[in-house]
């Protein structure tokens, strides 16, 4: 029971970043699995690995929002920091997938 005590949640930076991940993750998922093949360029295997890189990137950021909104009053700086690039590398994913399959 314990271990519960450790939770922390309020209105720090890194637990505001895990919120936004955990909602950005959903939507991210239904948008990529739902509405974006059927409107893509992609056809055959090259849709197929679109469709896993998504739903990777769509648990990732779910993992790690849920790290951050619970857990983010623990965590050191250094970690802190490599969340925030894999917060930068998941943007650019998603840029990227924009770009490629809508324009």
Not at 58 to 70: A, D, Y
């Amino acid at each position: 029971m314990l271990y519960l005590v450790q939770v922390t949640f309020g209105k720090n930076p890194p637990s505001l970043v895990g919120i936004f991940y955990i909602i950005f993750g959903i939507a991210y998922l239904i948008f990529t699995t739902g509405w974006l093949p059927r409107n893509s360029k992609l056809n055959g295997s090259a849709l197929k690995f679109y469709i896993q890189q998504s739903i990777f990137i769509s648990i990732l950021m779910l993992v790690c929002g849920w790290v951050f909104t619970f857990q983010a009053g623990y965590l050191n700086s250094n970690y802190q920091f490599a969340q925030i690039l894999l917060f930068l590398l998941i943007n650019y994913l998603i840029i990227k997938d924009i770009v490629m399959n809508i324009l």
